[in-house]
């Protein structure tokens, strides 16, 4: 038996680890979508080992009925659209009000549906793919490196967010 206690992350630091990484987020957020105000969104997307993938989710709000929309780190994987969500992340909680969302990816948009799908060992290959097209300054704000995490380690991580498919895809075609 070891007199060394053993260093878990208590559910009050965990909490105050979210609100940081949220915080930090909704600052990262501001400026991403003013980029693709800018038609300049795909400009994320470019490098993605720096940046990650990012595209942008749109969503009606829960109680206002407005169109929302949050940029989001995201892996297409079998024709499905992959992300994850924070455990108290308000977009979230908006889509599952209403799973019905467009997905605008740097050069095309799509409709479809999510849905919440279990984090498990099964999804292991989702979730480091999700986790790694975050890119560096993810991880560098998350301050968790998943390319560099076990299996155990990402599950740990993630424990509490929410994994989400968006499926039955449909291409939005532009007008004219």
Known sequence: MSDTPTEEPSGRQRNADYQQLATNFKVVNRYVLWLWRLHLGW???ACPPL???VMLISHTGRKSGIVRQTPVN???IDRSVWLM?????AWWRNVQADPRVQVRLPFSRWRGVAEEIPI???????I????????WIAATLDRFHPRKASDAEIL???CGMHLIR???LERIRRRG
């Open 85 to 89: 969500a924070m455990p108290e992340a």
């Open 74 to 76: 995201y892996r297409v």
């Open 128 to 135: 480091r793919a999700v986790m790694t097209s975050g890119g």
């Open 156 to 158: 740990e991580h993630v």
């Open 43 to 45: 400009c994320m997307s």
């Open 166 to 168: 968006v499926g039955d």
């Open 120 to 126: 498990d060992g099964d999804h292991l290959s989702q």
């Open 51 to 53: 940046l990650g993938r």
